[in-house]
C-alpha cells in the first residue's frame, strides 16, 4: 500500500482513505464539489417543470426495459445489421479485449484513439491493447491527463477532478517539452493540438454509449468536448463497447434520458454534443467510418439482472451521486479502489468485481440517502448497500468468532420478550451501574474499533419496561 | 462463449429478473418534461443560444443574413472555410460571398476530388465551418445537424468557429417534438451520423472550471432568419 492508490485498484480501503483525507491537494480539489456540480444539478431540476414525473418516467423506461432486455437485444443486432454494422457479444472483460483486439488486427490498424468509457476501464482495454501493441490515445482533456500521468479517473464525468491546475501543469510538461504555466485554457489548448494529431492519424476510435436504441440499432454518445465527435469521424473504423443495460427499445424514449442526464451531470439543459450513430458512412458522405463494430458486454451484467440488485442496472453514469456524497466528497474516488466510485460504484465494484475483493465499499456510506435524491433514475442505493451489507455476512471469513457469537445471541434475545427482559435486566444492573457516565469513550479489547471514532451510548440504570410499570403508566393515565 | 449462449443468458437472466422488478411508480401525464418554446420560437431559440455561450444573431431576410456573414468574416479574417451545400446557403449566396472574399471554399464537390488522408489533412486546417442544419430546438438552443453527402459532419466540428444559418421553419419548440419527426422517419431513414450541438466546445476537467473550445469549435455563431 502507497500513494498510488490513484494507480491501482484494489487496495486497502480504510488506509487509502487516510490517505485521501491528509491530501491537501486533493481536499483543496473536493472542497467545491458539492457547491458547483452538486448545487447546478438542483438548481436544473428546480426549475424543469414536473422533472420529478420526468425522473419516474425515466426509471420505468429502465425497468419495462430490462423486463424485455433479451429481445430489446435481438432487435438491435438485426437493426446494426441492417445498417451494415457488424454485432459481437463479449461474455466478460477478456473476452471484449480479445474481440476489440481482433477488429483491429484485422483491419491492420496499429493507431487508436479512444473517447472516455468508464465500460472500456471496466474491462481495462488499455492495458489489453497496449500488450498486443496498439498505440492507444485516450482523448477526452481530463482521460488524456491521467493517462499521461499512468493514474486512473477519479469521477465518473470528471476523470481529473482530483488534481489541481499546478499538477495538471506538471504532469503535462514533459509531454509538451517545455514548462506549461498553470493555466487551463493555456493547457487545454496544448492538449487540443496535440490530439489532433492523433485524430489525423488513427486508425480506429473507440468509444463507449450512453445508450443504444434497439429500434433504429443507434448507439447515443453524451459529451462536451467534441473528442467523441472527433473519435467517431475521422478513423476509418468506429469500434463502440456497449454493457447491455445501456439499451433502451425506442428513439422516441431518448429525449427523457436526454432531459436528465446533463442535468443532473453538470447542471446543463443539454450537453454540448450528442451524436446519434447508426452503422458506417455511407459511400457518398465523405467524412465517418468505413467500418463500424458494437461489442455488447454481458461482464456480470446477467447475473445481475437476474437477482434482488437489478436496479442498479438503471444507472446512466451521470455522476450526480457522487456529487451528493459526504464520503466521496472527503476522500475522492480513487480511494474507493474500484473502475466505479461514490455511492453508485460501492454497489457496482461488489457485483462486478466481486463482493470478497471489496469487502469495505457496502460499508462506505453514512446511508444518508442523498445519491437516492440526487439520482436521476431514483436508483435505491442506501437499501443496495444494505443488502450488500447483509450479503457480506454470509462470506465465509469475514465475522471474527466473537463477533459470530455476539450476534447470535442478540439475535436471540430479540426473538422472545422472556429472554429480551433478561438481558436488559443484566446490562442495566451490570454495565449500567459501572457507567453512570451516558457514553463510553472507550470501550475495551477488540471492541475498541468503534470508540476510536465515536462514543458508545452506555446501557441505561433502568430498564424501559421497569420506569414504564412505575411512572410511565401514571403519565400516560393523566 | 458463442452468441447463441451469451443471449440464453440474457435471456434466463431477463425472466427471472422480473420477480424483481421495482414498484410501479406515479401516473404519468402524457406529456411529461415538455418544455416548449415560448411564444416566440426564434426569441427563444437565439436566447438559449447565447445561455450556453453561443452568439445568435438574428436577422429578416437572406440580404440580412449576409451581412452578419460579412462581420463575422471581418472578425475571423478565415483564408478557408468548409461549407454545407443546403438550399438555404444558396439562398444568401454564400459561394459567392466566398470566391467574393478570397476565401477558399472546400464543400463536398471539391473535397470529392482528393484522396482520403489529402482530404483529411485539408480539412483539418480549415478556418471556419459554414452550415446550416436539419433542425433546430427552441428549448435547449440545440442544433440538429445530419450527416449526408454534402453536409458533412466535420463542417460543424474541426474548424475553431462554426457559424450555422438557420431560418425559422426549421425551428422545432421541445426536444421532444425533434425526436417525434425524427422517429416517423425512423427506423430506416436515420442518418449514419446524427449531432445535436448546444453551444461552443467546452471542458471542466480542470478544477471543474469552464474552459471553451477544447476540441471543437470555441467560437458558435447562429444566424436566424425569421
Known amino acids: 500500500m502507497t500513494a498510488d492508490y490513484s494507480r491501482h485498484e484494489h487496495h486497502e480501503f480504510l488506509q487509502a482513505t487516510e490517505l485521501a483525507m491528509a491530501d491537501v491537494s486533493l481536499q483543496g480539489a473536493l472542497s467545491n464539489l458539492g457547491t458547483t456540480l452538486g448545487q447546478r444539478n438542483r438548481v436544473a431540476f428546480e426549475i424543469l417543470p414536473e422533472s420529478d414525473l420526468l425522473r419516474a418516467k425515466a426509471r420505468a423506461i429502465k425497468d419495462a426495459a430490462l423486463a424485455e432486455l433479451d429481445t430489446h437485444l435481438l432487435t438491435l443486432e438485426a437493426s446494426v445489421k441492417r445498417r451494415g454494422g457488424e454485432v459481437h457479444f463479449a461474455a466478460d472483460g477478456p473476452d471484449a479485449c480479445q474481440i476489440i483486439a481482433g477488429i483491429l488486427r484485422q483491419a491492420g490498424a496499429r493507431r487508436v484513439v479512444k473517447s472516455k468509457s468508464m465500460t472500456s476501464e471496466e474491462i481495462h482495454l488499455n492495458p489489453a491493447l497496449e500488450a498486443e501493441g496498439f498505440e492507444v490515445v485516450e482523448t477526452d482533456f481530463g ?25 495538471v501543469a506538471k504532469i503535462l510538461s514533459p509531454e509538451a517539452g517545455e514548462t506549461l504555466p498553470d493555466d487551463g485554457p493555456v493547457l487545454a489548448n496544448f492538449a487540443r493540438r496535440r490530439l489532433r494529431d492523433a485524430f489525423a492519424t488513427a486508425d480506429a476510435g473507440i468509444t463507449g454509449a450512453n445508450f443504444a436504441i434497439a429500434e433504429t440499432g443507434s448507439i447515443v454518445l453524451v459529451e462536451n468536448e467534441g473528442n467523441i465527435r472527433l473519435s467517431t469521424s ?30 443532473a451531470a453538470t447542471g446543463q439543459k443539454i450537453s454540448v454534443y450528442t451524436s446519434l450513430i447508426t452503422g458506417a458512412r455511407s459511400a457518398e458522405e465523405l467524412d465517418g467510418p468505413e467500418k463500424f463494430h458494437l ?8 447475473k445481475i439482472l437476474g437477482g434482488p440488485l437489478r436496479e442498479s442496472l438503471f444507472c446512466i453514469r451521470c455522476g450526480a451521486c457522487l456529487n451528493a456524497c459526504p464520503i466521496y466528497r472527503n476522500i475522492g474516488g480513487h480511494a474507493y479502489g474500484g473502475v466505479y466510485a461514490g455511492p453508485i460504484g460501492a454497489v457496482l465494484t461488489p457485483l462486478y468485481d466481486g463482493l470478497a ?42 465475522l471474527g468468532r466473537l463477533e459470530s457469537l455476539a450476534y447470535r445471541l442478540w439475535a436471540r434475545s430479540m426473538r422472545s420478550p422472556r429472554a429480551y427482559g433478561i438481558a436488559t435486566w443484566l446490562a442495566t444492573r451490570t454495565a449500567g451501574r459501572i457507567w453512570p457516565r451516558r457514553w463510553i469513550a472507550k470501550l475495551p479489547g477488540g471492541l475498541r474499533g468503534w470508540t476510536n471514532t465515536r462514543d458508545f451510548p452506555a446501557p441505561a440504570q433502568k430498564r424501559f419496561r421497569d420506569w414504564w410499570e412505575n411512572e410511565g403508566k401514571k403519565e400516560d393515565a393523566q | 462463449m458463442n452468441r447463441e449462449q451469451f443471449l440464453e443468458r440474457v435471456r434466463e437472466a431477463t425472466l427471472a429478473g422480473r420477480a424483481y422488478r ?18 416566440d420560437l426564434v426569441e427563444s431559440l437565439a436566447s438559449e443560444i447565447n445561455a450556453v455561450g453561443g452568439w445568435a444573431t438574428v436577422v429578416d431576410d437572406a440580404e440580412a443574413a449576409r451581412q452578419a456573414l460579412v462581420e463575422l468574416f471581418d472578425i ?39 484522396a482520403p488522408d489529402a482530404r483529411r489533412a485539408q480539412v483539418v486546417d480549415a478556418d471556419i465551418g459554414v452550415t446550416s442544419v436539419s433542425y ?10 445530419a450527416a449526408r453527402p454534402g453536409q458533412e459532419r466535420l463542417a460543424s466540428l474541426l474548424p475553431p468557429v462554426h457559424i450555422a444559418i438557420v431560418e425559422r421553419s426549421q425551428i422545432v419548440p421541445d426536444l421532444f417534438d425533434l425526436f417525434s419527426i425524427i422517429s416517423q422517419q425512423a427506423p430506416n431513414d436515420m442518418p449514419t451520423n446524427l449531432a445535436l450541438i448546444t453551444g461552443p466546445s467546452k471542458t471542466g476537467d480542470i478544477e471543474l472550471t469552464l474552459i471553451t473550445g477544447v476540441h471543437g469549435p470555441g467560437k458558435w455563431h447562429v444566424i436566424i432568419l425569421r
Open chain 1, 357 to 398: 475483493a471489496n469487502r469495505h465499499l457496502p460499508h462506505a456510506s453514512s446511508l444518508c440517502g442523498a445519491c437516492q435524491a440526487a439520482c436521476p433514475v431514483k436508483i435505491a442505493i442506501p437499501e443496495m448497500l444494505i443488502q450488500l451489507r447483509e450479503q457480506l455476512h454470509h462470506e465465509p471469513g469475514e
Open chain 2, 22 to 39: 421495482v414498484a410501479p411508480g406515479p401516473a404519468l401525464p402524457e406529456r411529461v418534461g415538455y418544455v416548449g418554446g415560448g411564444d
Open chain 1, 143 to 167: 482521460e488524456y491527463i491521467i493517462q499521461v500521468a499512468g493514474q486512473r479517473p477519479s469521477h465518473l464525468v470528471a476523470p481529473a477532478m482530483h488534481l489541481r491546475v499546478g499538477d
Open chain 1, 234 to 263: 475521422l478513423p476509418r473504423i468506429h469500434i463502440a463497447v456497449v454493457g447491455i443495460e445501456k439499451v433502451i427499445p425506442k428513439l422516441a424514449d431518448l429525449p427523457v434520458f436526454l432531459k436528465i442526464l446533463a442535468r
Open chain 2, 76 to 114: 475571423y479574417q478565415p483564408k478557408s472555410a468548409i461549407c454545407w451545400r443546403h438550399p438555404l446557403l444558396d439562398r444568401i449566396g454564400l459561394g459567392d460571398f466566398l470566391k467574393a472574399r478570397g476565401v477558399a471554399q472546400l464543400d463536398h464537390a471539391s473535397l470529392s476530388l482528393e
Open chain 2, 136 to 145: 433546430a430546438v427552441a428549448e435547449t438552443g440545440t442544433l440538429a445537424v
Open chain 1, 295 to 302: 461489442v455488447l458486454l454481458d461482464n456480470g451484467r446477467s
